[in-house]
């Protein structure tokens, strides 16, 4: 079964505008965590922002935040005002189990980002 | 402070060779993930290394092994090479069990192109 997932293969976005970008996850497990990646044309996976399980606040990173909904199990990425340089891969991914960091984390298909001027 | 830095950047093979891939992991980190990025896909877990020894394998054919030396540096190797091997290959690295959010960092990977 698939873990997470992200329908968008691609988003077009004016400049400025505010994007949303989609992620659903599955796991049983209680104890999780969601993560963002953006992956440039270069390759380099550069982390943007984390959300876990029992944070009571959605997680904010500068223009970045996630509009986590546990119930739904869904951790959408929210980018205020884009930028040109916002043109990427964005992969959502998850981890389960307790907080103890190293446990592999799993990631979603990927949706690319375009902003056009 | 280094990133992760991966060795080679590309790296061209024919069928049937083999293919090593080097890692090192930031000063500290002492777990580190291989994931394989085919063209177009998401990233696929391969592999993970904590303290110099496997702990978890993605769904990947034996000739996809590695090792992490005592420096926790860590090399990928591939055998009998297959077209089907053509992908970015990412290293990541973490601080180890017991510690952060689970974040990974990321090297820059390493392209294998299989002819």
């Known amino acids: 079964a698939q873990k997470i997932t992200q329908t968008q293969p691609g988003m077009f976005v004016q400049e400025k505008e505010a994007v949303t970008l989609d992620c659903t996850y599955d796991?049983?497990?209680?104890?999780?965590?969601l993560f963002w990646y953006k992956q440039p044309s270069s390759g380099e996976m550069i982390f943007l922002i984390y959300q876990g399980s029992y944070d009571q606040q959605n997680a904010t990173e500068g223009r970045y935040s996630l509009n986590f909904q546990k119930a739904r199990k869904s951790a959408n990425l929210v980018i205020s005002a884009s930028q040109l340089g916002d043109s990427a891969m964005y992969f959502c991914?998850?981890?389960?189990?307790?907080?103890?960091?190293?446990?592999?984390?799993?990631f979603g298909q990927g949706t690319r980002l375009t902003i056009n001027p | 402070e280094a990133g992760v830095t991966q060795s080679p950047t590309h790296l061209i093979k024919t069928r049937g060779q083999q293919a090593t891939l080097r890692c090192s992991p930031i000063s500290g980190h002492t777990s580190v993930y291989w994931y394989q990025q085919a063209l177009g896909l998401g990233l696929q877990f391969l592999l993970w290394y904590d303290e110099g020894e496997e702990r978890n394998r993605g769904n990947f054919p034996p000739r996809f092994s590695g090792r992490q030396f005592p420096n926790y540096s860590s090399e990928l190797n591939v055998n009998a090479l297959e077209l089907e091997d053509s992908a970015l290959y990412l290293c990541?690295?973490?601080?180890?069990?017991?510690?952060?959010?689970?974040?990974?960092?990321f090297g820059e990977g390493s392209r294998l192109t299989v002819l």
């Open positions: 991914a998850m981890r389960e189990g307790e907080r103890q960091g190293a446990q592999k984390l799993v």
């Open positions: 990541a690295s973490s601080p180890g069990v017991g510690s952060g959010t689970g974040e990974l960092f």
């Open positions: 796991t049983s497990d209680p104890s999780y965590g």
